[in-house]
C-alpha cells in the first residue's frame, strides 16, 4: 500500500510539474487602455516621456502628465468623457476632461528626491486640485472613456 501511494504521489508531482504556468501580471506595470488599445508602462517607460512635477500636501512628486500617457499609450485624450484610475486594492477614481486634463494632473513614480512611499507603489495620480481624495495609490489601471 505504501508503494501505491508514493506511485500517486511521484506521478501528481510528475503532472504539476508539465503543468503550464499561469502568467504573472507584470510587477510595478501600468496598464493604459481604451477598450481598443491597450499599452503597458514601466517606470522607465514613463521616465522616457516628459517629466513633470506635482506637489500636494509637502510632497512633490516626479512623473508624466496624464494626457501625455495617454498620448504615448495612442489615445487621444481630447476625445476622451472621462479616465478612470484603478488601484490594485480596487479603490477607483474618474476624472472629467476638467480635472484630467490639468498640467499638474500626473501619474507619479517618485518624489523629489527619493522613491515613492511602500503605500504608494508603483504609481500613484497625483491630482493636486483634488487634495487628496481622488489620488489613487498603487495604480495599476489606466482606463480611457471616449
Avoid at 12 to 19: D, E, P, V
Avoid at 30 to 39: N, P, Y
Avoid at 99 to 125: H, N, Q, S
Avoid at 128 to 135: D, H, L, S, T, V
Wanted: net charge positive; hydrophobic share 50%.
Amino acid at each position: 500500500m505504501k508503494r501505491l501511494t508514493l506511485i500517486c504521489l511521484l506521478l501528481a508531482l510528475t503532472f504539476a510539474a508539465c503543468a503550464p504556468k499561469a502568467q504573472e501580471p507584470a510587477a510595478n506595470a501600468l496598464k493604459v487602455s481604451d477598450g481598443k488599445i491597450t499599452k503597458t508602462f514601466t517606470v522607465t517607460d514613463l521616465k522616457a516621456l516628459a517629466e513633470a512635477q506635482a506637489t500636494i500636501k509637502g510632497v512633490t512628486y516626479l512623473g508624466v502628465q496624464l494626457t501625455v500617457l495617454i498620448q504615448a499609450a495612442g489615445i487621444d485624450p481630447t476625445a476622451l468623457k472621462a479616465v478612470k484610475a484603478v488601484a490594485s486594492d480596487g479603490f477607483a477614481a474618474n476624472y472629467e476632461p476638467a480635472l484630467f486634463g490639468l498640467k499638474d494632473t500626473i501619474v507619479a513614480y517618485a518624489r523629489v528626491g527619493g522613491p515613492l512611499g511602500d503605500d504608494e507603489t508603483p504609481f500613484r495620480m497625483v491630482l493636486p486640485a483634488e487634495g487628496g481624495k481622488m489620488n489613487a495609490r498603487k495604480l495599476t489601471d489606466i482606463v480611457a472613456i471616449p
